[in-house]
């Protein structure tokens, strides 16, 4: 009987079920393929969790190298021990921590905001806010910086190459003396008349340093250095420069000494002091003890100075 139906069959029909064979076992193929996927995500997913992972850190801030500090104190000034680089939707913040020998409880470091065009990094909600020198918002500021110094600010006017500033002083723990200083610097002469002058840098100081004076602090704040920018000219916190001096440089000019703040006095011409004469001798008097006058005393000397107005 077998043979009978093998017989039977013709060539036509062996060639349909081989046909028909293939047409199964792809079916049967292109079924086990999304199983056998599916399979391996599982394995991996199980192996992932098995082993677990770095975490992400959920925080802007990062750590960059000193030399991508967008501020940094004059060279022999206090030394960058490390820089924290935040960005923003609006704005690129740095800390630029500095080292001293105080001992007062607080991080020394300069802390600066670029505000301006900044790449993308952070979603558009996340925005720096701009205090614009409020009173309430430095008073939080120093309170923060400096908790538990009692703080003075000074009365007078100072100045550094971009722009005026103010500080105030207050003694830290044992022999430190701190400073709190405040500048901000925005263009007020523009230069892209059109498009207007855009950008605001937003500077703070805190500083405390054992043994230090009030000149060797305000020092500080004299002399450092923004070390960056944002590329669009438009971008431009600083305005036009100011021109030369009339006369400087010139026949006929006016006399320049050593140390001398150009416009200042000539210190020759200055009023002879009187000569005292001599006192008869007289009972030794008990020593006086010396009072140390409260700070802030005086800005630092060589520069220009205006009282404040009362």
Known sequence: M?????????????????ERSRGTMGRVRALRRPLLAAGCVLLLGGCGLSRGGAPVIATMAIEVPSVEALILPDPGGPRVVGVIE?????????????????????????????????ESRTGKENIQNDTFLAQDALAEEM??????????????????????????????????????????????????VVSGDRGVLSVRLRLCEAGATEASLLRVMYRYTINGYFLPRSWQPYGRPLPEPVGIGRIGGPNVYPGQVYGAPDPSLAPAQPVSQPRAPSRAAAPVQEVVPDVPAAPLEGYPTVPAPQ
């Not at 077998?2 to 081989?18: E, K, T, V």
């Not at 704005?91 to 020998?101: I, P, R, S, W, Y």
Request: glycine share 12%; hydrophobic share 35%.
């Open 143 to 192: 309170e923060s910086a400096m908790p538990g110094v009692d703080m003075r600010p000074s009365n007078y006017f100072v100045e550094n190459r971009y722009g005026p500033f103010g500080y105030a002083l207050g003694r830290g723990t044992g022999r430190d003396l701190c400073i709190y200083a405040w500048q901000r610097i925005q263009s007020h002469d523009r230069v892209n």
């Open 2 to 18: 077998s043979a009978m139906n093998d017989s039977s069959i013709g060539p036509g029909d062996a060639s349909a079920l081989r």
């Open 86 to 118: 935040t960005r923003y939707a609006n704005a690129l913040e740095q800390k630029v921590f500095v080292g001293t020998d105080a001992v007062t409880p607080g991080q020394n470091a300069f802390h600066v905001i670029f505000f301006g065009p900044v």
